[in-house]
């Protein structure tokens, strides 16, 4: 069935170092591609989202890649601060119109 | 402006028991789901409401039932709780089903003895 694929599991940086979470997805009809930040106890929040007619999108120090021949998009933080530690979830839809599936997670802790 | 308000936030069950776990939304959203969070699997879709009258089976349905009461209310029951239901719950909407944000309540953590 279709799934997505999150890498890394964990991931560590100094604060001010970039990081990149990276994700696959097996359904070539999926079109929206969200990203969700869950810091520990909270609900998840949206950060930023792509669809498939564009390849990339910046908000601040947050940006997202999008490579559709090859399935997979990219998280990008610049600059990272310690309120960025927290849990970051990529999602894709099932088919053009379904529902979203989430990957798994990447646990994300920036060391001031 | 509330947004999304699911209670309980905490419950204890023993096996067997039976439980609803409450969700309202006051964004006039038309679409509400449920999922479940367990540690190392992300979030999985146990059920949701496309619009006020319809409800579908996500991912993991099983030994679950929705209701849909109006726009605003969507609930989750549990009518025989097991040890593998114990997970935190988020409840969720949206504007409609296949666009764009979803809003997610501040959780409810089961356990199940």
């Known amino acids: 069935g279709e799934n997505v694929e999150q890498h890394p599991s964990t991931l560590s940086v100094q604060e001010g170092d970039s990081a990149v979470i990276k994700c696959t997805y097996s359904?070539?009809?999926?079109?929206?591609f969200p990203w969700y930040k869950q810091e520990l106890g909270k609900r998840p929040q949206l950060i930023i989202d792509?669809?498939?007619?564009?390849g990339e999108k910046k908000d601040q120090r947050i940006a997202v890649t999008l490579n559709k021949t090859a399935k997979h998009f990219s998280l990008h933080i610049t600059e990272t601060q310690p309120e960025d530690s927290a849990v970051y979830f990529c999602?894709?839809?099932?088919?053009?119109?379904?529902?979203?599936?989430f990957g798994k997670g990447t646990k994300l802790s920036v060391k001031p | 402006n509330a947004g999304v308000t699911q209670t309980p936030k905490f419950q204890v069950l023993k096996t067997g028991q039976s439980m609803t776990l409450q969700c309202a939304q006051d964004?006039?959203?038309?679409?509400m789901y449920w999922y479940r969070q367990d540690p190392g699997m992300g979030l999985r879709l146990i059920y949701y409401?496309?619009?006020?009258?319809?409800?579908d089976k996500g991912e993991v349905p099983n030994g679950y039932n929705v209701s849909r009461l109006n726009k605003r209310e969507f609930s989750l029951r549990l009518e025989s709780a097991a040890p593998s239901q114990t997970s935190v719950y988020f409840c969720?909407?949206?504007?409609?089903?296949?666009?764009?944000?979803?809003?997610f309540g501040e959780g409810s953590r089961l356990t199940v003895l």
């Open positions: 969720a909407s949206s504007v409609n089903w296949d666009t764009g944000e979803l809003f």
């Open positions: 359904d070539s009809a999926s079109n929206y």
């Open positions: 792509i669809r498939s007619n564009v």
């Open positions: 999602a894709a839809t099932r088919g053009s119109q379904g529902n979203l599936i």
């Open positions: 964004m006039n959203h038309n679409s």
């Open positions: 409401s496309a619009s006020e009258g319809t409800t």
